[in-house]
């Protein structure tokens, strides 16, 4: 299952008054299940830079069945997942990208976020999902 | 001068009000004059991979300054343009691109539409173009 | 609903089967109803080519809803989606993909063939899908 | 020489085997002796995000010859090989790529897995590889 438009809508609009509550100016991108673009918003004069960023920390995200932050703690050099950033087209693995996980635990999309700090970044991201559902999944194997 | 996050958004509505009333389903793209992505939007079972040619559309109708469609006819075998799909990571030369011309004459960005029949897309992108502005631009060079 | 594991292994079975009656050597593609690849054979002494050619035609079947050389009409110089060719990171527009549609006319994914003429890739991958469903989806919109 | 169909599928039955026994989710590649796949399983409910570094991981242990998680080994900050993994349109660098050699010391593949930690990954290619060869190859330069 698959976020819907007007799910994917809600998640944006709370992502945005988030956002304008913080002073930032973000780039906002929602992506369903398979990781392919739901909708998208790039505020005035939000970084450009970050347009593609916020598209990969979703699609990461939902790869994953996790936020990118938590993938980037994995990747650090040393790390079991060094490297993995060049896979999948680019991965972004610093926070701001997390999954949107319904009632009965299915995630049916990601929402990334890119525009200020990380930790705005993962703020806005999560009040963006918190209109439409919950950022944590069940124990993996979880249901798509 | 870029289209506005609110005017892109204006530009969208209009142009889903119009998908709606057509019952297709459609992905619309707002780029700003640079050709980078400022909001999408996609219905709920429009086409994957419409996606990317809605943005592709609007893209090639910004970066030449002229509807998709119009390039594509330079672009046939024999023509003058003939292969130009292969520059800027992909052009799309068919229809349901066009640019967004403010008052004055200056393009903004473009909106590109992809879901139904080339004829329903332009349909569609010229109704979200003409809730902020106009698709037609001055002789060119234009003003950007 | 994506198809499943065991679906895309009776499917994969299927075509093989027809590949082997046909005396021809097939690279035959699974993907889900978003595109990600499901599962993946190449017989011996395949062509290397067809490897990204079936992977391919089986996206292109997925992301438009119909089998691949339904496309390829539409985009032949003159024809309102020529040069559709450049979207989506590659599609092959030429027969050999067709859509896995369930009885209830969900699309869960579609299957791509390469290997010999296109007729013959186009009837191994239609014997891959009666394994698991039919090739035709019902008008569009259908159910993802 | 490559590796065949036949033990392309041996392989993945014996990955699969030992995921199903780990509980395990997995997606499974095997590629030929110059790298181009030759058969690919993704398991129900695996990650979407592991498709492409399965692959990534089998091409990555054939181009060099030796699991990929001992060029990760050397591709760290301040080894040699730093930065490798930018190569061959991305290389994954870390455990779950493994050669497939043959009894006369011959490369005829390898394969990779991804979906759970990298020793599982790793665990798994193994199982895949012991169903038909060793992952070993004699001192540089091997046969192919």
Redesign the interface.
């Known amino acids: 299952m698959?976020v819907?438009?007007e799910s994917?809508?809600k998640a944006i609009d709370g992502a945005l008054k988030k956002a304008e509550s913080t002073g930032t100016r973000m780039c906002i991108a929602v992506v369903?299940?398979?990781?392919?673009?739901?909708?998208?918003?790039?505020?005035?004069d939000a970084w450009?830079g970050s347009?593609d960023i916020a598209i990969k920390k979703a699609r990461?995200a939902?790869?994953?069945?996790m936020p990118s932050g938590e993938i980037g703690q994995l990747s650090q050099?040393?790390q079991?997942?060094?490297?993995?950033e060049?896979?999948?087209?680019g991965?972004i693995t610093f926070p701001g990208g997390v999954p949107i996980v319904d009632d009965e635990g299915f995630m049916s999309g990601a929402i990334g976020v890119s525009g200020s700090s990380v930790e705005n970044d993962d703020l806005v991201a999560r009040a963006g999902v918190e209109t439409i559902g919950v950022c944590d999944l069940p124990e993996?194997?979880?249901?798509?």
């Open positions: 698959h819907t438009s994917a809508k369903d299940s398979g990781g392919a673009l739901k909708a998208f918003y790039r505020m005035d450009v347009i990461t939902v790869y994953f069945g050099p040393g079991p997942l060094y490297g993995i060049h896979s999948n087209d991965m993996h194997p979880w249901r798509t």
